[in-house]
């Protein structure tokens, strides 16, 4: 079912964070692309070399010192389908307003 789809996964700073490794290992086991991108509080709860070593891509990071000129927006182009796990209360939140902080 997954086979050949594209996935962003998004990771925020809950202490769930560490279930999105897992997460991402059950999507590369259905057939999808995995890319990810974290935000500075979900490093705090897992580190970027596991996602690295799941997905075989370093995690995006941030909007500036990437490789990528513009990582947001090349992911976007890229992606069939956006996963936001763990999706704290705070960051569902700030989608709902469209306040894009990080």
């Not at 279930?19 to 500075?40: H, N, P, S, W």
């Not at 690295?52 to 389908?81: C, K, M, N, Q, Y």
């Amino acid at each position: 079912m997954l086979a050949g789809r594209r996935i962003v996964l998004g990771v925020t700073g809950g202490v769930a964070a560490y279930k999105a490794v897992y997460l991402a290992r059950r999507l590369l086991d259905q057939g999808a692309e995995v890319r990810v991108i974290m935000t500075d509080a979900a490093a705090a709860f897992v580190g970027e070399p596991s996602f690295a070593a799941i997905t075989g891509h370093h995690p995006v990071r941030g909007l500036f010192g990437e490789d990528d000129v513009s990582p947001h927006t090349t992911l976007a182009r890229w992606a069939d389908a956006i996963v936001i796990a763990p999706a704290t209360a705070s960051t569902i939140a700030r989608l709902a307003i469209g306040q894009s902080s990080d």
